[in-house]
């Protein structure tokens, strides 16, 4: 009877660890899904990122380009390679910061910058014109690191 229980525990453990690492890409948004609907439109399409980072002329970015769909799914990538770096979700609760939300059956392999950062991370966000997006990761253990993406015009 014992070793069933164990057994049964064992299955029903194994269900909830997957079910929720399915779902771990998936972003929750709090508050009204219409406002985040409205609010991701405006990062909606494909970005270049700048060759250096605001303040840090060391590290080279200009590698990087970041595809955002309607729906919220953004891809951050490698693009003389095509490699992805992180891959997931985004939503925008607020008017300053979004939070990304990465798969993790993807690969995750943040900016250089960023390289403390967790799978589900809010970033601050800004427009400092049209077409001109300034991303900003903030940590304990790092410095503030500022990518600048250029919108690709079509």
């Given at each position: 009877m014992?070793?069933?229980?164990?057994?049964?525990?064992?299955?029903?453990?194994?269900?909830?660890?997957?079910?929720?690492?399915?779902?771990?890409?998936?972003?929750?948004?709090?508050?009204?899904?219409?406002?985040?609907?409205?609010?991701?439109v405006?990062?909606?399409?494909?970005w270049?990122?700048?060759?250096?980072?605001?303040n840090?002329?060391?590290?080279?970015t200009g590698y990087?380009?970041?595809?955002?769909d309607e729906?919220?799914?953004?891809?951050?990538y490698?693009?003389?390679?095509g490699?992805?770096?992180?891959?997931?979700?985004?939503?925008?609760?607020?008017n300053d910061?979004?939070?990304?939300?990465c798969?993790?059956n993807?690969?995750f392999?943040?900016p250089?910058?960023?390289?403390?950062?967790?799978?589900?991370?809010?970033?601050?966000?800004?427009?400092?014109?049209e077409?001109k997006l300034?991303?900003?990761?903030?940590s304990?253990?790092?410095?503030?690191?500022?990518?600048?993406?250029?919108?690709?015009?079509e």
């Amino acid at each position: 009877m014992r070793k069933k229980l164990c057994g049964i525990l064992t299955v029903i453990s194994i269900l909830v660890l997957f079910t929720a690492c399915d779902n771990i890409g998936n972003v929750e948004t709090t508050g009204n899904d219409e406002l985040n609907k409205v609010r991701v439109v405006n990062f909606v399409g494909e970005w270049e990122c700048e060759e250096n980072p605001l303040n840090d002329p060391d590290n080279y970015t200009g590698y990087m380009k970041l595809i955002i769909d309607e729906d919220g799914n953004f891809r951050l990538y490698d693009g003389d390679t095509g490699e992805s770096l992180l891959e997931g979700g985004i939503a925008v609760p607020e008017n300053d910061y979004l939070v990304m939300s990465c798969n993790t059956n993807k690969n995750f392999n943040p900016p250089p910058t960023w390289d403390t950062m967790e799978i589900i991370e809010q970033i601050k966000y800004k427009f400092k014109s049209e077409g001109k997006l300034y991303l900003t990761y903030e940590s304990d253990e790092t410095p503030r690191s500022t990518l600048i993406f250029d919108k690709v015009r079509e």
